[in-house]
Structure formats: C-alpha cells, structure tokens
C-alpha cells in the first residue's frame, strides 16, 4: 500500500506560480509512472503530466511550455511546478502513482488561479 499526500495548492493570480508536492510513503524509485491529473468543477478529470520511470515525460497541450513535472527520489516526491497560471487551471490537482501491477491516488490539492 501506497500512501500519496499532495501539497502546494493555493490561490494564486493569473501570471502567477504554484510548486505543488506529491509526497508517497514508499520510495518512488520502483515506481512504473508517476502523473498529474486535474478535475475542474463540471469537468473530467484530465491528465496534466506523465512521468515515465524511464524518464519519459509528457504533458498535456494546455500546459506545456509552463508546467514541468520532476522528481526527488531522496525526499519520494514528485512535484509540479506550475507557471504563466491561467484561471483555466484552476482544478483540484491529484497524483497517480502505478507500482505494477497496482495503482494510488492522493487526495488532491486545490489551485485557485483567480484576480
């Protein structure tokens, strides 16, 4: 069993930045993939970035060029750095974690990008 703990969250004004953190209880080295999901309110949850354990990353259209997702093995967090905010990202933020052949949530941290 993993437990994930997401921080970081917050409100923010546009053109502004967020860290948000992904601290998991179990070291995130034999991790098969670590992302980033976000659900808006009325909205599907929809990935935001992908971290391969093989360090291939990916990262949604609507965010690429202003969130960049990394990891501290040390520390067993992964984080997400977030610039250039939008209101349009405003979401609960959540990390998924896969450990095959299983998989865990965190319970999300709130972004409010707002004037």
């Known amino acids: 069993q993993v437990q994930l703990v997401e921080s970081g969250g917050g409100l923010v004004q546009p053109g502004g930045s967020l860290r948000s953190s992904c601290a998991a209880s179990?070291?995130?080295?034999?991790?098969?993939?670590m992302v980033w999901y976000r659900q808006a309110p009325w909205k599907q949850r929809e990935l935001v970035a992908h971290?391969?354990?093989?360090?291939?990353?990916n990262y949604a259209n609507s965010v690429r060029g202003r969130f960049t997702i990394s990891r501290d093995n040390a520390k067993n967090t992964v984080y997400l750095q977030m610039n250039s905010l939008k209101p349009e990202d405003t979401a609960v933020y959540y990390c998924?974690?896969?450990?095959?052949?299983?998989?865990?949530w965190g319970r999300g941290t709130q972004v409010t990008v707002s004037s």
């Open positions: 998924w974690v896969v450990v095959s052949p299983s998989d865990y």
């Open positions: 179990a070291s995130i080295s034999v991790f098969n993939a």
């Open positions: 971290m391969h354990s093989a360090g291939r990353i």
